[in-house]
């Protein structure tokens, strides 16, 4: 039997989905929470497995309950059911130590489903949810892509070219590699000609030889 706990601020939702999982015979409603402290609480003295944490709820917010059940009860698996699907929502539930994050029009076999697969270990994004984590991750892994030109300054500060050796090859003015060096610090997290190099080469984006 999986033992759930319903953290939302509004009876009627805490209602619902309590008449949705009751439903199921392997789910059990362990308590309810009508505010992110009331959750933290009750996540202590019932300890359920599962937690559908509202994101919008007084005295804590509902990523500020997900923190402190999670450092608090770490087996407990929170779970987040809401209406809000902006990227800084969901970033912040997931760093927060969420599992999951559903949307309020998700139907109620998959609410069942994502239920049962957070206890089990799991982890579930609705498919807006996911789309959006795809969109920002492939936007991050662009923005940190090196250009061909950069690729070419590295390549050749690798070989061992000076600025002003490199801005002879390429034909551009030495204020332009070091711009361009800028820019391949900033993309790659490092401070330095030599960390850049490393880095590099560690990556597989230029090659010696």
């Not at 030109?149 to 204020?175: D, F, P, Y």
Request: net charge neutral; charged share 20%; proline share 2%.
């Amino acid at each position: 039997m999986i033992r759930v706990l319903i953290a939302d601020d509004h009876p009627i939702v805490r209602d619902g989905i309590a008449a949705v999982l009751a439903t199921q015979p392997d789910l059990e409603i362990a308590g309810f929470a009508a505010t992110g402290q009331e959750a933290v609480n009750q996540t202590s003295a019932l300890v359920p497995q599962v937690v559908l944490m509202d994101l919008q709820m007084p005295k804590l917010n509902g990523v500020q309950a997900t923190a402190a059940i999670r450092a608090g009860s770490p087996e407990v698996r929170v779970l987040v059911l809401t209406t809000y699907d902006t990227d800084a929502d969901i970033t912040a539930a997931i760093d927060a130590g969420a599992v999951g994050y559903l949307l309020k029009d998700t139907d109620r076999d998959e609410l069942c489903a994502a239920v049962r697969t957070a206890a089990r270990g799991g982890s579930v994004l609705a498919s807006a949810v996911a789309a959006k984590v795809l969109n920002r991750l492939r936007g991050d892994a662009a923005d940190n892509r090196l250009s061909s030109r950069e690729i070419e300054v590295l390549g050749a500060i690798a070989r061992g070219h000076s600025n002003k050796q490199v801005a002879r090859v390429l034909h551009v003015s030495e204020t332009t590699v070091k711009t361009h060096l800028l820019h391949i610090y900033t993309k790659l997290g490092v401070a330095d000609r030599t960390s850049a190099v490393t880095t590099a080469l560690e990556r597989g984006i230029i090659r010696l030889g």
